[in-house]
């Protein structure tokens, strides 16, 4: 009887044990139910009947017009998400555009899902991501110009400032139909309910008064 070589063997463990693994999450939570009644959400969306799809599941024409920019942070995200765009569903891949006013702000926030490759198209933008505690908490920052592109690793903490005196835009693609976003500053002092203001006093180092100040304060949403 002949015995596959130890070394394909090996192979066919580590192949075996790559392939066996959870599917990503598509969205925040998804807690299992045994009530098929009340089980509304799946890991990702429910599939219209093939048969029933058309050529217009595929398009998606909210990318066209500039986002309105008049708001506190002077920018406007623009998501084209399987939550606008259903044909991206079990696709993998998602995107938006991003407008900037001179001196507009795309805060720091954090794609949990999702790797960002973004495209500029007009205008010179400042971006950066900052990345995790075991990397020491570096900031990798460029000046980007027309026709630059520039990654946003997946989790990671990231911003675009438009530092130039005209109008700016990008485009990014993300490698998650439903990449997630948590913008930083919203989702610390703007959270329902609102985190404990000993929690976040020392956390950050301030005083209780500033800390129910700026959780007193309007978290714009620029999405």
């Given at each position: ?28 939570i ?33 990318l066209?017009n ?75 920052t ?6 630059d592109?520039?990654?946003f ?8 400032l ?62």
């Open positions: 009887m002949k015995f596959l070589p130890i070394s394909l063997l090996i192979l066919a463990l580590a192949t075996a044990t790559a392939l066996a693994y959870d599917p990503s999450p598509l969205q925040d998804c807690v299992a139910t045994n009530d098929l009644e009340s089980g509304v959400f799946v890991n990702g969306k429910f599939c219209k009947d093939p048969k029933q799809a058309t050529a217009d599941d595929f398009v998606f024409m909210g066209r500039p986002g309105n920019t008049s708001n506190p942070l002077g920018s406007k995200v623009t998501q084209a998400f399987v939550q606008q765009f259903p044909g991206l569903n079990t696709l993998g891949i998602s995107m938006a555009r991003i407008d900037f006013a001179p001196g507009g702000l795309n805060p720091p926030h954090t794609h949990p899902r999702g790797t960002e490759l973004l495209v500029v198209v007009e205008g010179t933008l400042l971006v950066g991501f900052v990345t995790s505690d075991q990397l020491n908490k570096t900031l990798f460029k000046v980007l110009y027309k026709g592109v520039f990654v690793p997946i989790g990671l903490i990231h911003f675009q438009n530092i130039g005196n005209t109008y700016a835009l990008a485009f990014s693609g993300l490698s998650s139909q439903n990449p997630g976003l948590i913008t930083i500053a919203n989702a610390v002092f703007g959270a329902k309910a609102p985190i404990s203001a000993d929690v976040l006093t020392k956390a950050f180092q301030l005083d209780k008064k500033v800390v129910d100040h700026l959780e007193a304060q309007f978290w714009y949403d620029n999405n």
